[in-house]
Structure formats: C-alpha cells, structure tokens
C-alpha cells in the first residue's frame, strides 16, 4: 500500500493543484464568457466601488444586519473560515516541506498553535453537521453532497492532526491525509466549495445593482 | 390584534384550485415541458443562474428574511432557498425532464409565495437574487401557459389595450375631464393638461387610477396646480406606467408596454416623466423595461411622485398650511426603496407634512414587503387568504407601530395599499392607509 506514498506526496500534488487552480480559472471564465454571451447587464451596471462596499460589509464580520442577527453562527463561521484557509498555509510540516523542495519559505505557525487551529476547524464543521440536521430550515435546504462535503473538508484535518501526532497507524493516516487534502482541492471547484471563487462576483454584481442603478445597500 | 386561524398555514393549503393553472397544465405533456424548459435554459439561462445555482452553500441566512417563512410557522418550505430548492434546482438537475403536476405546483410558488421583493438578497452571504430565479420560473410558467387566472387576465388587457383595467381610450379622456370639473367646483382655473406639447412633465399612472381611485388624479391635478407646475397627460395609450407582465413572465410585452410610455413622454417633447405613486410600474419604467428596450438608463429623466413632492417642498413651490394631525407611521415600498433608495426622500416628505412620525420596525431597506407585490395580490381570489396568512408578521409589525401611537399608515404604492388594507381588516389592526398625496392634498395651501 506505501508504494502509493510517493505517487501521493510528489504527481497527485501537482495534479490537486493543477485541477484547483485550473480548473477555478476556467470555470471563471466559462462563467464570465456566458455572462458576455447572454447577461449582459452583468457587465453593464457593475461598478468597482460599490461591488466592494458590499463585498467589505460581507467580509467583516457584524458589519451586515443578517450577521448582527445571527451573532453565534457568524463568529462560528467566520473562526472556521479563517483557521481552514490560513492552518494548510501557514502549519510547520507544510512550510517545511516547500523549503526542502525548493529552498525558499515563509513564516509558519507555532505547532500548537496549528493544533488549536485545526482542532477549532473540526468542531466547527461538527457545530455546522449538527445545525444541519437540527436547524429545521437549514435541515430541510441539506441535501446528500452537503454533508459528504463537510466529510471531505474534515478529512485532511483530521488524518493532519493524527499523523503529527504519530498515533497509531500514523504512516496510513499520513497516506490518508495527502489523498484527502488532495481530493479536497480536486474537489474545490466542482462543488459547492466553489462558493469561495464565486462569492467575489455574486456580492459584486449585487452591491452593483443596489448601489450604483438602486441607490439603497445590501447588507 | 387578531391573529384568528393563524394555525391554519397558508402552505398548507397547497394547490389552490385556479382555473387557467388547472386548464394550462392539462394541456402539457412531459415532452413539451422537457423541450420549453431546455430551450429556455440554453437561450435566457445564464450565468447568474448558473452562479446562483453553484454559489449556494444552503446555509438558511435567507429564511427569515422572508415574510412568507416568518408568517407561516417558519415552514422551510418557504424559505427562500426552500423555494428554489422545490423549483429551479429541480428543473436543472432533470434537466427539464418535468411533468405537469411538477409545472402547477412551481406555478404556485413562484407567483403566490414569493412577492419578487429581494429583500432576501440582502440577507444572503452571496447576494443570490431569488426573486430573479422566481422569475425564471414565471417565465417559464408564461412560455408553457400556466399562470393563474386573474394575472394572466390582467396581461391580456395590457396587450388588448395597453393598459392594465381594460379601460378604453374615450373612457380615460372622460375620466381625465370628469376630474377636471370636478376640480374646478373647488378651484375654477385649474385645468388637467391633455396633450400639451413640450409641457416639463409628462405625468403617468397606472390603470387602476381612472377605474378606481380617480380621486387620486384630482388630487395630483391640485398639487401641480398649487406647484405651477408645466405637466401633462397623454391621451393616447402610453399614460399607463404599469406593467403586469413582467410578473407573468412575458418580457415581450413588457418591452411593448414601456416602449408606448417612452414614446407618448417624448411624442409630447416632454422634458421628464413623473410617475404616481406606484412601486411595481416604476421598478418596470426605471429597472425592467428600459433594459428590455437596450436602454441602460431610462432614456428620459424620470421621478417617482415621492421625488417630485420632495422637490416642490424644498424649492418652496407648495406650502403647507396644517401638518397632518394624527400619528403616521410609513411603509417603504420595496420597489423605490430596496429598489431605488427613496427612503430618505420620503422622510423628508413625511417630516414637513405630518405632526408625528412613528417608524415600523424593520424600516428602509429592510421593511418587510407587503405580500401584495410581485403579482401576488393580482393573482385574485383564490389566493387572497394564504397571501394574508402569508404576512402575518406585516400584520406584527404594523400593530407594534400601533400601541406606539400610530393611526395611519402611509404607503405611497399601490399594490402596497391593497395588501396592508387586507392585512389590517384580516387582522382588526383598526389602521388607516394613505398615499402621499392623500396627505399633501389634506395639508397644502391649495390656491
Ligand atoms: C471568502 C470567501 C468565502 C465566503 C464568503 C464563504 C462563505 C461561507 C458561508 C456563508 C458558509 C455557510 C456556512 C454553513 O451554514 O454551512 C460557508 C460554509 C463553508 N465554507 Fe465557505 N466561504 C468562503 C471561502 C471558503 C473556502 C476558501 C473554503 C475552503 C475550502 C470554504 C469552505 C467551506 C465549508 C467546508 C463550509 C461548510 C459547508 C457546510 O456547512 O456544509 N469556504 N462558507
Ligand atoms: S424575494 Fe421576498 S418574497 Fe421572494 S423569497 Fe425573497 S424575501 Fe421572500
Ligand atoms: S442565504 Fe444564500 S447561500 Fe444561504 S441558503 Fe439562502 S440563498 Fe443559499
Ligand atoms: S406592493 Fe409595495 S411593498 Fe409590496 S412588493 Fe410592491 S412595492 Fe413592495
């Protein structure tokens, strides 16, 4: 099973990002060549500066009314947010493996630090499982691919957490780690992860309409 | 308050017998829906739809921004995302591949359980406009004829006679001249201009005004008047503003509907339009039409009447004699507010006309709509107790303004005035409802 290992941490490392990246850009553009071809409006009333008043009111947190309204959900969401982008970044075991590589590397976090970062993006995918199925709003809009994906994203965290801590069978928990850290960002952007590579422009176009042809704000 | 039985949820109540849904649908087979929706997809579904369908992270921001999951029980059914889950997100993942039981019931939805007032889109993380998605489905409820009875009748009258209440166009010049004497039994030289070239206002409403509150004319005749202002009316069609296809979904007469008003406004070499105190006709003149026609903007200057009031208030061109005496409280119509930011202007307004002002809760932006709009109340009868049941909480928030003081409620829209009136008799709120003009009328020195 470890002949695998190497195939995983070098060629299916390049072919994560390769898709990710790749595959964001052209499902952007795709996006952006149908809004030409058949939303033209799109293009038409979207103004800079008010697409990023909204997008500003969105991104911080409390600044909109529905975020005042839901203060526990916000700062659960937006702690999570910001520990499951910045933790792959800025852990040590990644920082050091691009310096081996390459020889060149930046800033990284302390490791317990990166424990409590990681452990906070478990639980907060725990509190979003058990709003899903006990909200009865949020319960009724689930479907399947809703909870495989909050699966998806816990995976590498926690296969991460438990091959750092060299537990049992920590060698297949670091196997699983790369593949699921992989599949992840395969996955970013053909499901519903695309939301973060969409949101720019959904707010965008809406901060648009409502600041610079309705004259009222969005948030 | 009343809230007699709020238990019995308008939801619930699904498939509401309407004749014209009932006839349309048993007209389709499941290979005509496949082939319509396909089509429609691959013209006019683009990448909002897209994005909107991809960007959803169905996280449930959005449900209690809608007054119709808030007055229901918080049904997550009527969520809006709850909406588009039952509609939209089904036809794109068949594909199209739907069947006529499927059409009559995302008829109902998006005609009668969402009024198009995007007041969701404020709440959602991502902005997705489900008021646009709702519109989709219309538009494919149009192409495939099921949409209820009553709002298609009031389609038919706006391609018969381009106008919105089957008035004919000898019965509009009569009513302007009817109004016109009657005005003159309480200012003699006041005239209702009809046709009068190069005039600086071109003044338009919407066809209910002359079958129904024509007093209103009277009214609007005695504030220009008083203003000196230089306006007129058209005699041709074209001085209805309205617009209840673009609720019905059928975008060509839409585009038909705002092109005669345009063309009557600069037949007349007016110099900019003001328009009555309507919500829905001025979202299709300022925010519909226009583009329809490839216009970006209007192609003339054109005001809501709240902007017109504001103006000759400021610039001193009326005086008010008497401030209106009882407590108001205002009703911020979403299609001027959420959709062209006239909040403050109407304050403004309210402040030099009224003794007392006493705001509802939420306010501006985020007023709660009142379940009329969007086509609902224009979907008649059959569905007039769930779209009431379906706003309790307008019916909430407007007796919290109540044990505050307030006695009336001015609303400067006209579908708003049919929804709170329903709401305030279903509910034995014991409120009044105005227009603007009602108060300025009331309150202005008239000569
Ligand atoms: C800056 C852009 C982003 C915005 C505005 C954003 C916004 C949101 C929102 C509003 C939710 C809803 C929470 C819920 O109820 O589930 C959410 C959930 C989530 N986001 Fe993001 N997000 C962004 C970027 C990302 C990124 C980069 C990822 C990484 C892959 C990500 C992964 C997730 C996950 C896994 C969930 C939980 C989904 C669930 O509950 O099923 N997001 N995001
Ligand atoms: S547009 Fe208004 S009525 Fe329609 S779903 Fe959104 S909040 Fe509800
Ligand atoms: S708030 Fe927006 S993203 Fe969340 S469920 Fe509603 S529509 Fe979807
Ligand atoms: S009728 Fe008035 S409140 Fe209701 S949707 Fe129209 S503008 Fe909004």
């Keep these: ?219 | 308050m009343n809230t007699k039985n709020n238990t019995e949820t308008g939801a619930d109540q699904k498939q509401i017998h309407d004749v014209a849904i009932e006839e349309g649908a048993r007209r389709l087979t499941r290979e005509k829906i496949h082939s319509v929706l396909s089509e429609l997809i691959r013209t006019e579904g683009g990448a909002r739809l897209s994005a909107y369908s991809n960007a959803c992270v169905h996280c449930g921001m959005c449900s209690e921004a809608c007054h119709h999951y808030l007055s229901n029980d918080r049904d997550p059914k009527l969520s809006p995302a709850g909406k588009v889950k039952q509609t939209i997100a089904v036809i794109m993942a068949r594909k199209g591949k739907v069947g006529p039981d499927f059409m009559k019931k995302a008829c109902e939805i998006a005609f009668t359980e969402c009024n198009l007032c995007r007041r969701c889109m404020m709440y959602c993380p991502f902005g997705i406009d489900v008021a646009y998605l709702m519109l989709f489905i219309r538009r494919a409820c149009h192409k495939l004829g099921v949409v209820p009875q009553y709002i298609q009748d009031t389609a038919h009258s706006h391609s018969a006679t381009m106008n919105q209440m089957w008035v004919r166009d000898d019965e509009w010049i009569d009513t302007l001249q009817w109004q016109e004497e009657e005005a003159r039994d309480e200012i003699p030289n006041i005239r209702i201009p009809i046709e009068k070239e190069g005039a600086d206002i071109f003044y338009s409403v919407i066809g209910p005004e002359p079958k129904f509150r024509a007093q209103l004319i009277y009214q609007m005749a005695v504030i220009m008047h008083a203003s000196g202002a230089d306006w007129t009316m058209s005699a041709t069609p074209g001085w209805d503003n309205s617009d209840m296809c673009m609720y019905t979904g059928d975008m060509e007469m839409t585009a038909r509907l705002k092109k005669v008003h345009f063309e009557a406004a600069t037949r007349l070499k007016t110099k900019r339009i003001v328009m009555g105190e309507c919500g829905h006709a001025f979202r299709s003149v300022y925010d519909v039409g226009n583009r329809l026609l490839g216009w970006k903007m209007p192609p003339l200057p054109m005001v809501h009447a709240i902007e017109f009031y504001y103006e000759i208030l400021q610039q001193g061109h009326i005086e008010i004699e008497n401030k209106f005496e009882q407590p108001v409280t205002f009703h911020d119509p979403c299609n001027i507010v959420r959709g062209r930011g006239l909040h403050e202007t109407a304050r403004y307004v309210v402040d030099k006309t009224c003794k007392t002002f006493i705001e509802l809760e939420p306010n501006r932006e985020h007023n709660f709509c009142c379940g009329a709009g969007g086509g609902v109340i224009n979907c008649g009868p059959p569905f007039k107790n769930k779209r009431v049941k379906s706003n309790r909480i307008k019916a909430e928030q407007l007796a919290s303004a109540k044990s505050k003081g307030a006695e009336v409620v001015i609303a400067p829209c006209h579908n708003c005035h049919g929804g709170l009136e329903d709401i305030i008799n279903h509910y034995e709120l014991g409120m009044e409802i105005k227009f603007l003009a009602d108060i300025l009328y009331e309150c202005m020195k008239k000569e």
Excluded at chain 1, 41 to 48: A, G, K
Excluded at chain 1, 81 to 102: D, K, N
Excluded at chain 1, 122 to 135: E, G, K
């Design chain 1, 1 to 219: 099973m470890h002949e695998i290992y190497p195939l995983a941490s070098g060629f299916l490392v390049w072919v994560a990002f390769g898709v990710f990246i790749g595959g964001t850009v052209l499902r952007l553009v795709l996006l952006a060549l149908k809004a030409r071809r058949k939303d033209p409006v799109i293009y038409q009333y979207f103004s800079f500066y008010y697409a990023a008043r909204s997008i500003i009111h969105w991104i911080f947190p409390f600044a909109s009314k529905g975020m005042r309204d839901h203060p526990v959900f916000t700062i659960i969401a937006f702690v999570f947010h910001i520990c499951l982008i910045l933790t792959p970044i800025f852990v040590a075991a990644h920082v050091i493996l691009i310096m081996e590589s390459w020889q060149t590397g930046w800033w990284y976090l302390p490791n317990a630090a990166a424990d409590i970062m990681t452990i906070i993006v478990v639980l907060c995918l725990l509190f979003f499982l058990a709003r899903r199925i006990l909200q009865k709003d949020v319960r009724y809009l689930s479907t399947a691919g809703d909870y495989v994906l909050l699966l998806l994203v816990a995976a590498p965290f926690i296969t991460g957490f438990w091959t750092y801590h060299q537990w049992y069978g920590f060698e297949t928990a670091g196997l699983l780690h790369m593949l699921s850290g992989e599949l992840m960002l395969i996955c970013l952007p053909f499901t519903r992860l695309f939301h973060m590579a969409l949101f720019p422009f959904t707010r965008g176009y809406s901060g648009s309409e409502f600041g610079a042809v309705k004259g009222a704000r969005d948030w």
